[in-house]
């Protein structure tokens, strides 16, 4: 019996490219895709996917916030994040919300297929690069260099304006990438600022960046 995949990536290319691969055997079948993590959820609940496969730099809401999200509305689906990124942010951030694996994009065929298979069957993989990077920080002890901790006061969605704003997005834009109205916007950038003791952007900025939370784009020098 085949497992179920659906496909979370905003570029049709990469989606197609996996189902190339999958089409290969008999073991998946590609029971959906989405370009958003947004659109993702409500497909995974329509479709009962057994694994997804969830690109990590996925437009406004990210593949680990997608992931926290998708969980909440279906805890049996396994997640799986594949990612250009290997850096151990990224990597902790996916497993703590509850991905059950992180693959790089530029693994090789067998090495998905490996992935998927055994997070079908109820375990957990990283990537090689990845987990001996990551054993090696845990080694020296320097796991949590970047401090999350400031930011644990915010909720996820002031987490993901946050992401936003860190990124060189104005309120306007974020509003649209939300589907938020722009005072909304506004008002999560004042309470956000208020929780972090923060009085400007910039420093919003810094404190995602220390964080961790994003890296990649440079921000705006005014976002309005």
């Known amino acids: 019996?085949?497992?179920?995949?659906?496909?979370?990536?905003?570029?049709?290319?990469?989606?197609?490219?996996?189902k190339t691969i999958l089409e290969r055997g008999s073991e998946f079948r590609v029971v959906g895709e989405a370009e958003s993590g947004a659109d993702a959820v409500p497909l995974c609940k329509r479709t009962e996917p057994d694994v997804v496969l969830m690109d990590i730099g996925l437009p406004?809401?990210?593949?680990?916030?997608?992931?926290?999200?998708?969980?909440?509305?279906?805890?049996?689906?396994?997640?799986?994040?594949?990612?250009?990124?290997?850096?151990?942010?990224?990597?902790?951030?996916?497993?703590?919300?509850?991905?059950?694996?992180?693959?790089?994009?530029?693994?090789s065929s067998s090495e998905?297929?490996?992935?998927?298979?055994?997070?079908?069957?109820?375990?957990?993989?990283?990537?090689?690069?990845?987990?001996?990077?990551?054993?090696?920080?845990?080694?020296?002890?320097?796991?949590?260099?970047?401090?999350?901790?400031?930011?644990?006061?915010l909720s996820p969605r002031e987490l993901q304006v946050l992401r936003l704003v860190a990124e060189g997005k104005t309120s306007k834009d974020i509003a649209a990438l939300l589907d938020l109205g722009l005072q909304t916007v506004r008002s999560y950038r004042k309470t956000m600022m208020k929780k972090l003791g923060v009085n400007n952007v910039a420093g919003l900025t810094q404190l995602a960046l220390a964080a961790g939370l994003t890296h990649w784009n440079k921000p705006d020098a005014n976002p309005a």
């Open 60 to 107: 406004g809401m990210n593949g680990i916030e997608a992931t926290t999200e998708l969980l909440r509305h279906c805890p049996g689906v396994k997640v799986i994040i594949l990612s250009m990124y290997d850096d151990e942010n990224s990597v902790v951030g996916a497993i703590r919300s509850g991905a059950r694996a992180f693959v790089l994009k530029k693994a």
């Open 112 to 153: 998905l297929l490996d992935a998927l298979r055994t997070v079908a069957r109820g375990g957990s993989y990283l990537s090689s690069q990845v987990s001996d990077r990551l054993l090696a920080r845990i080694q020296r002890g320097d796991l949590e260099t970047h401090d999350r901790s400031a930011l644990e006061a």
């Open 1 to 18: 019996m085949a497992f179920n995949i659906v496909l979370v990536d905003d570029h049709k290319l990469v989606r197609d490219g996996v």
